[in-house]
């Protein structure tokens, strides 16, 4: 690697040695940069470039996506409304009498 510092040069494929790769892996996966921010911080023109690293070279564990949903809910938007309205007078009474 000839840059120590981070620059925002064009790199091209032949300067990604694997210790590059590794750096730029280590930094995104403690946190201290999104892989977006990596790519633009070290000039990696692939859009996909770091991900792909990331998942052939990093830790973390790519096989299971962890996908988030939300629960789906039995009550309709006015039964939620109608439920959250009692509530919220349940708690007003409970303020008074405090």
């Known amino acids: 690697m000839k840059h120590s510092k981070i620059t925002g040069n ?15 892996i280590s930094q995104v996966e403690k946190g201290e940069m999104t892989y977006k921010q990596a790519q633009k911080a070290y000039g990696i023109q692939g859009r996909s470039t770091v991900l792909v690293w990331l998942r052939k070279h990093g830790t973390l564990d790519w096989s299971n996506p962890i996908r988030h949903q939300m629960p789906k809910s039995k009550e309709t938007p006015a039964q939620k409304i ?10 007003k009474l409970k303020n008074k009498i405090l």
């Open 10 to 24: 064009k790199r091209t494929q032949r300067d990604y040695n694997l210790g590059f790769k590794l750096a730029v």
């Open 82 to 91: 109608k439920r959250l309205e009692r509530e919220l007078s349940d708690a």
